[in-house]
């Protein structure tokens, strides 16, 4: 939005009226940044940059809260804010001296300071607070109120003890809801704690109208990152799909050549795949697909990819994972799968037991980078070669590449 016009042909304006101006100006800037991108984290970014910068709302510091559907828990996922009193001069002498924009104090490269640099994200983010838990808390509290909040004084001093200001120490803040519909999905914690400006009920109220604008573009984000991570889930799985597969070893061969770290790559066959269909059924073929689905989910590493490459064959891309921990990995998910009983289908038939348990083997084709392979492709063609020679030498076995 353009700035209010002042030259000598410019009616006179009540304070009123320019603090008005200002505060549209201020909504317009932050709403249009966040309808500029879907990732939440850069959402996130956008709307704590919104609370504490100059052109913003003007906080000294500021914590994002979302709640966890799962395990009901408020997790701090952004914090904005200088780390100290002299910290703060820094970077209010830069302000002074540049006057950024609000969008340059968004860009990429600023999201990936708070996220990785920030003393005091790193320090929040730990912090994880039930809404569901009988003791008493300052977000349980807030979340359950579902209304702006505004704490000084004796207020604040009688939560001293609390999780979050033994962590975020203050003397006055505000916590803000995120509100869409008649659910509560987040909160804002903010306060002036180095320059000590007073909370007035003006920056109460306009806290409150963007983060009105706030909750429904986190709501928005996290509608369409749902879309999106059922586009890249396999359905019958629920293992990542060929497409993701394929974007992913992309991503993570270009970072291991770039950092200089190993990368192992797990072709996985189920043996005699055609023979259970035959004599079983395409059901409960389904049915053991699905229940390797989920072994793999268990015994994998947060930081593996377990894919279903196509049909009976899976993939896992193994992270910093040299040759010899890539080959003691695939044996421990080798000799597991060699061990399970496989729950047997309904009878379909009332009153007679239901069907035999099953037991299946795999067999595996390992390649690692740099050693086998210099590149994406190469790496799955040698993985998938070696996945062959353990299945034509017998199967029920993990295999190296020959590259």
Same mark, same amino acid.
């Given at each position: ?10 009616? =006179? ?43 913003? &709302?003007?906080?000294?510091? $500021? ?15 952004? $914090? ?30 600023? #999201? ?17 607070? /039930? ?6 808390? #300052? ?10 909040? =505004? ?22 803040? !505000?916590?803000?809801?995120? +509100? ?17 400006? /007073? ?13 009105? =604008? ?26 990542? +799909? ?6 992913? #070893? ?12 190993? #990368? ?7 043996? +005699? ?32 990819? !377990? ?8 993939? !896992? ?25 496989? $729950?047997? *289908? ?6 007679? *037991? *239901? ?23 190469? &790496? ?5 070669? $070696? ?17």
């Amino acid at each position: 939005m353009a700035n209010l016009p002042t030259n000598e042909n410019t009616p =006179h304006f009540d304070s009123n009226a320019v603090r008005a101006f200002q505060e549209m100006n201020v909504l317009y800037d932050v709403s249009a940044a966040m309808r500029t991108t879907l990732e939440l984290d850069h959402i996130l970014h956008i709307i704590l940059t919104g609370v504490t910068s100059h052109s913003g &709302l003007g906080y000294n510091r $500021a914590l994002l809260f979302l709640l966890n559907e799962t395990t009901r828990m408020l997790e701090c996922k952004m $914090a904005l804010g200088p780390e100290s009193g002299e910290h703060a001069h820094q970077v209010w002498n830069y302000i002074k001296a540049s006057n950024p924009k609000l969008e340059d104090l968004i860009k990429a490269e600023k #999201l990936s300071q708070a996220m990785t640099q920030s003393s005091l994200f790193k320090s929040m983010k730990r912090l994880k607070i /039930p809404v569901t838990a009988t003791e008493e808390s #300052l977000l349980k509290t807030a979340f359950e109120r579902g209304a702006p909040w =505004h704490l000084k004084g004796d207020q604040t001093e009688k939560y001293k003890t609390d999780r979050l200001l033994e962590i975020f120490p203050t003397n006055e803040l !505000v916590i803000m809801p995120l +509100n869409v519909k008649d659910k509560t999905i987040g909160l804002i914690v903010a306060d002036n704690i180095f320059t000590q400006k /007073p909370i007035s009920d003006e920056d109460l109220r306009m806290f409150a109208m963007l983060a009105n =604008h706030a909750a429904l573009a986190i709501e928005n984000s996290r509608l369409y990152e749902m879309v999106r991570l059922r586009s890249q889930k396999d359905f019958l799985t629920d293992l990542w +799909n060929h497409g993701y597969f394929q974007t992913k #070893l992309a991503e993570e061969t270009l970072s291991a050549q770039k950092n200089k770290t190993t #990368l192992s790559l797990a072709m996985i066959d189920i043996d +005699n795949f055609k023979s259970l269909n035959d004599s079983n059924g395409h059901q409960r073929g389904d049915r053991v697909l699905k229940q390797l689905g989920e072994i793999f989910k268990s015994l994998s590493r947060e930081t593996d990819f !377990v894919c279903r490459y196509g049909g009976e064959e899976f993939t !896992v891309i193994l992270s910093q994972t040299s040759r010899d921990q890539a080959f003691e990995i695939a044996e421990r998910l080798r000799r597991h799968i060699e061990g399970y009983a496989f $729950a047997p *289908p309904q009878s379909a038939a009332p009153g007679m *037991p *239901p069907g035999p348990v099953l037991h299946l083997t795999v067999s595996i084709g390992l390649a690692t980078y740099p050693e086998d392979a210099g590149g994406k492709e190469e &790496l799955i063609g040698l993985a998938d070669k $070696a996945m062959y020679v353990a299945k034509f030498s017998g199967k029920n076995r993990t295999c190296f590449s020959k590259g």
